[in-house]
């Protein structure tokens, strides 16, 4: 078989075989393809895209280009889950104690933030003493023991993805649908869950801007789980304001404390529970999802949720004091309030603006070696539908960086809020599952 047919026939817009998709992955992994075939390959790719049957054999054979993590030994259904990304998303570290609470087992690989994006593995290691990284037995034993486990993505999964997106990156094919929707699943297909739940985030802060371009991709991620016979679901959720009040973080984390102790902000507990009742019928613990929610309520109501969280802490060797004492984290030395130019109701906050100027101020990394301020970031104190005065304090700003930046910052933040005489949006829009 010959690399130069393969990119011929996609680019004359031809199916491709099992055969040829795994004569690729293969080649491309062991480096018996050069990179600028590879790239030609997926601009083709890119340009003409590929049926679901493709799909599904690309997202097959990335997924077994390394290792596969198999916890079929363990009882119960494995859930997991997946966010594409947003500003302010913390919810894995709230839903998965909350479902783990009620039963279910969370085996997880999360990714780290770039850009405006937050990342699940730098907000854990602002919890001094986390640790990120495990050995296949060790994180068996912890979804066996705790029943909740969240470590980087092991470098021995998925290698193919690995390569393959770093050549995205540089070759502008990233936003592609099938390339997008088989990175995703064949990394979550080889951690070893049986059932995933997919948020798909849309609006300024994510990478799909529109709910059209949201529901494409979500739809080829649960088409991919059919093709696959895994149980995947995927909701679609609007990221037009950051999800909760705190973008940075150490200050993230003391919002997901807050959360499961019941003085959450609204936005992201109901993601949680809506998120939390779907994985909890999906591992079969309940089959109402109503009683699903209840059950959720009641964990946080009565602490059992917060205690689920403490023990997935201690058990990677996280210092639990802090969550005990969150009073205990690091603050930044120059803490700067965000006042309101005018009166008026906020009817958009631009969340990849805030995402952009939380990573300024030190609470993101603009390149993949940036070393993060767990200090920093932003607090929001008015949300879209709020009412607000002006000289009233929008938000605050958290960070160890210069005057000149925190002048600049300022104004970008100030600048995020779209401030009207009327309340002009939707301010409640109903989450979509696709299944
Ligand atoms: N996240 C991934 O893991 N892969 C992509 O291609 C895009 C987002």
């Known amino acids: 078989m010959l690399i130069e ?24 992994v062991n480096n018996e393809i050069p990179d600028y075939q590879a790239s030609a390959l997926l601009m083709a790719i890119y340009l003409n895209g590929m049926n679901k049957k493709e799909i599904g054999i ?14 079929s030994d363990i009882p119960g259904l494995k859930v997991d889950k997946h966010s594409t990304g947003g500003v302010g998303d913390k919810v894995s570290l709230v839903l998965g104690p909350m479902v783990c609470s009620c039963g279910a087992k969370l085996a997880k690989m999360s990714g780290r933030g770039l850009g405006h994006t937050g990342g699940t593995i730098d907000k854990l290691e602002s919890i001094p003493g986390f640790k990120t990284t495990q050995t296949y037995e060790q994180f068996k034993k912890q979804v066996k023991d705790v029943g909740m486990v969240i470590i980087g993505q092991d470098k021995n999964i998925d290698p193919a993805d690995k390569k393959l997106y770093a050549l995205r990156d540089v070759t502008a094919t990233v936003s592609s649908i099938p390339l997008i929707a088989s990175s995703i699943m064949s990394k979550k297909l080889a951690s ?16 799909m801007k529109t709910i059209e371009e949201a529901k494409n991709l979500a739809t080829t ?12 679901k ?43 009742s779907i994985m909890l019928k999906q591992a079969k613990i309940f089959d109402d999802l109503d009683k699903a ?39 930044c030395k120059n803490i700067v309030p965000v006042y309101s130019k005018e009166d008026g109701f906020v009817n958009r906050i631009d969340a990849l603006a805030i995402g952009k100027a939380s990573m300024r101020l030190g609470g993101g990394r603009e390149k993949l070696d940036d070393i993060i301020d767990m200090a920093a970031g932003i607090v929001l104190n008015k949300k879209i539908g709020d009412k607000v005065a002006k000289g009233e304090l929008l938000a605050t700003l958290y960070t160890n960086k210069n005057e000149e930046i925190i002048e600049e910052v300022h104004e970008e933040v100030l600048t995020a809020f779209y401030i009207k005489d009327k309340l002009e949006i939707e301010t409640d829009k109903p989450h979509i599952l696709i299944e």
């Not at 991620?221 to 995947?232: H, P, R, S, T, Y």
């Not at 309520?297 to 004091?321: H, L, M, P, R, Y």
């Open 5 to 28: 047919e393969i990119i011929e026939k996609k680019r004359d817009k031809k199916e491709l075989t099992r055969e040829e998709i795994s004569f690729f992955i293969k080649g491309y």
């Open 58 to 71: 690309l997202t097959d054979e990335m997924r077994v280009s390394g290792e596969v993590w198999d916890l």
């Open 192 to 207: 070893g869950a049986d059932c995933i739940l997919l948020d798909v985030k849309y609006g300024s802060g994510a990478f």
């Open 221 to 232: 991620m649960v088409d991919i789980g059919k093709e696959l016979n895994k149980d995947v």
């Open 234 to 276: 995927a909701e679609i959720t609007d990221m037009d304001q950051p999800l909760g009040y705190a973008v940075g973080n150490n200050l993230e984390v003391k919002e997901v404390i807050d959360t499961l102790k019941g003085n959450g902000p609204k936005d992201l507990y109901e993601l949680c529970l809506y998120s939390g």
């Open 293 to 331: 929610k209840e059950a959720l309520i009641e964990n946080i109501n009565n602490g059992k949720a917060f205690e689920k969280f403490k023990e997935f802490v201690a058990a990677q060797g996280g210092d639990v004091s802090y969550i005990e004492n969150p009073e205990k984290f690091d603050v």
